[in-house]
């Protein structure tokens, strides 16, 4: 038995050990950051993702004292990007932006090399998009209930275009389909930019599109809008119904923020979301998201974990149910 006064000194020097341990994580904490911070987009230059990144990036650099410097790397549904982050040190110097593809590719994709709720830590959420069902002028179906009505009287004839397999807008119409029994057939495209192009052409009849890309062709008169897919109307379009007014319970927000790789210290990812979240409160800032159809969401992580975690089982069914497998 080892006497009590040397019991004392053994823990007495463990002691003193653990916080010899935890000094350079506290240390790092509180220099950081010291070097510029990499903020690794996996959408394309230009996109509604790549601009908001942008805008709080800059913030963070102001703030902080070192460049945030955004870096595109889009490709495979964002998975690339995701994957550069889950491989990168767990120390701040590298974000990830993330989206709510993000969710839907945790049970899009079965073969991912990485487990995004897993090895993405959430750091905080920037804004809350609604969709919208945005049809060609000349379609005949002018409110969402005339739309499920043609569409159930003509099945397999309305195309319906997304902005790519797995994206947001192409889950929202499979759960459109799924809530409301209509046969569409579903029309993918490479992105957005060329969905519009055909939908405003009258190559396509419909589709679910977010506010962020499509309210300047909807202002224009170039996209007849039905409905939107939040729970409540949107501030830029006040007179335009929710599609869960005709199907109770149909509801898509797509969210945005940043996340870090998991292990990240705990501390750092407490300054960001301390950052990010006073970012959001800037006037200038809070007017550039409505403008861009969205609404602030700041949250603290834990908060942010939850909506990921929740959007992620949701998707699950929807990917299950409708047997979506990538093309």
């Known amino acids: 038995m080892i006497p009590c006064t040397d019991r004392r000194r053994l823990l007495h020097s463990a002691a003193g050990l653990c916080a010899l341990a935890a000094l350079p994580k506290v240390a790092c904490a509180q220099s950081y950051p010291n070097r510029p911070v990499r903020v690794v987009v996996g959408q394309a230059a230009g996109s509604g993702s790549d601009v908001l990144a942008r805008l709080i990036a800059q913030r963070l650099s102001e703030r902080l004292g070192q460049p945030f410097v955004v ?3 889009p490709g495979a549904g964002g998975n690339l990007g995701a994957e550069a982050v889950v491989r990168a040190s767990p120390d701040g110097y590298t974000l990830l932006l993330i989206t709510s593809t993000n969710s839907i590719n945790a049970a899009f994709y079965e073969n991912l090399s990485f487990n995004f709720v897993r090895d993405i830590a959430p750091v905080g959420s920037i804004t809350l998009t609604p969709y ?6 000349s379609f005949s179906a002018g409110t969402v209930p005339a739309f499920i009505e043609y569409a159930k009287a003509h099945p397999g004839k309305i195309n319906m275009a997304s902005g790519g397999n797995g994206s947001v807008s192409h889950a929202s119409c499979e759960l ?8 569409a057939v579903h029309v993918p495209y490479r992105g957005s930019t060329p969905a519009h192009m055909d939908l405003i052409a009258g190559q396509v009849h419909a589709m679910f599109d977010a506010m962020t890309s499509s309210i300047e062709h909807i202002k224009s008169g170039k996209m007849r809008v ?16 929710t599609i869960g007014d005709f199907v109770p319970g149909y509801e898509v927000n797509a969210w945005l923020g940043f996340g870090a790789p998991t292990n990240t210290p705990a501390e750092i990812i407490d300054l960001l979301n301390k950052e990010i979240n006073l970012a959001l409160v800037d006037p200038k800032i809070r007017s550039r ?39």
Not at 226 to 241: C, K, M, Q, Y
């Open 226 to 241: 039905l409905g939107v897919t939040s729970a409540i109307r949107s501030e830029l379009l006040p007179d335009v119904p």
């Open 71 to 73: 870096e595109n790397r």
């Open 176 to 183: 459109f389909k799924l809530m409301t029994g209509v046969d």
């Open 289 to 327: 998201l409505i403008e861009l159809g969205g609404s602030v969401l700041a949250t603290r992580p834990v908060d942010f974990a939850t909506l990921i975690a929740e959007d992620t089982g949701k998707w699950r069914k929807v990917v299950t149910l409708a047997g979506l497998k990538p093309q």
């Open 132 to 137: 919208a069902l945005v049809v060609n002028p």
